[in-house]
T-cell receptor, first 115, second 117 residues
Framework: EPEVTQTPSHQVTQMGQEVILRCVPI?????FYWYRQILGQKVEFLVS????????KSEIFDDQFSVERPDGSNFTLKIRSTKLEDSAMYFC?????????????FGEGSRLTVL | AQKVTQAQTEISVVEKEDVTLDCVYE???????LFWYKQPPSGELVFLIR????DEQNEISGRYSWNFQKSTSSFNFTITASQVVDSAVYFC??????????????WGLGTSLAVNP
């Protein structure tokens, strides 16, 4: 069964460092998303991406964050200068045609710990 | 504004008991979508169901069933004859209409279900 894969599964970094989280969405999917979940809290939408540009972003997704689809298969989330409060599980998701006709498939998450 | 409320933070049951997880939502959209996701201890998010606002039929999938009631803005989830493997956090989520670029989901806080042997 096709799946969304994320790397790394866990990353520990120092405050102020840049972090790149990588995702390989399901190959025929067109819509890509990043969500995050701070430990013990609800899942929060960060950004959606379609046709090589951001479709929508939340207020969490400030100038420190960026997304890219550099090579047609990977979908990356970059945090330029990490803060302690960026510590969370980051989930990548993809869907075939927007969730109206297709479900969101989530990866297993990348846990980011900022020290 | 859109909002999802899962009033039950934690539920603990004994194996084989039935358990219902509540979800109440708020939206002004006439077209919307409701979801349930399971998050087991391993952390991934597992899709369980999607329901659109025009389909109020209840759904049953094995031991899982869902009761969608627009009149009370609720989309409750029942596990019949619970098993230890059902132990997880369950999230209810709401999505707006597929108009323009609005495809984000609004999530409830989740209900942590512990099924004890």
């Amino acid at each position: 069964e096709p799946e969304v894969t994320q790397t790394p599964s866990h990353q520990v970094t120092q405050m102020g460092q840049e972090v790149i989280l990588r995702c390989v969405p399901i190959s025929n999917h067109l819509y890509f998303y990043w969500y995050r979940q701070i430990l013990g809290q609800k899942v929060e939408f960060l950004v959606s991406f379609y046709n090589n540009e951001i479709s929508e972003k939340s207020e969490i997704f400030d100038d420190q964050f960026s997304v890219e689809r550099p090579d047609g298969s990977n979908f990356t989330l970059k945090i330029r200068s990490t803060k302690l409060e960026d510590s969370a599980m980051y989930f990548c998701a993809s869907s075939e045609a927007g969730f109206v006709t297709g479900e969101l498939f989530f990866g297993e998450g990348s846990r980011l710990t900022v020290l | 504004a859109q909002k999802v409320t899962q009033a039950q933070t934690e539920i603990s049951v004994v194996e084989k008991e039935d358990v219902t997880l509540d979800c109440v939502y708020e939206t002004r959209d006439t077209t919307y979508y409701l979801f349930w996701y399971k998050q087991p201890p391993s952390g991934e998010l597992v899709f369980l169901i999607r329901r659109n606002s025009f389909d109020e039929q209840n759904e049953i999938s094995g031991r899982y069933s869902w009761n969608f009631q627009k009149s009370t803005s609720s989309f409750n989830f029942t596990i019949t004859a619970s098993q230890v493997v059902d132990s997880a956090v369950y999230f209810c989520a709401l999505g707006g209409p597929n108009a323009g670029n609005n495809r984000k989901l609004i999530w409830g806080l989740g209900t942590s279900l512990a099924v004890n042997p």
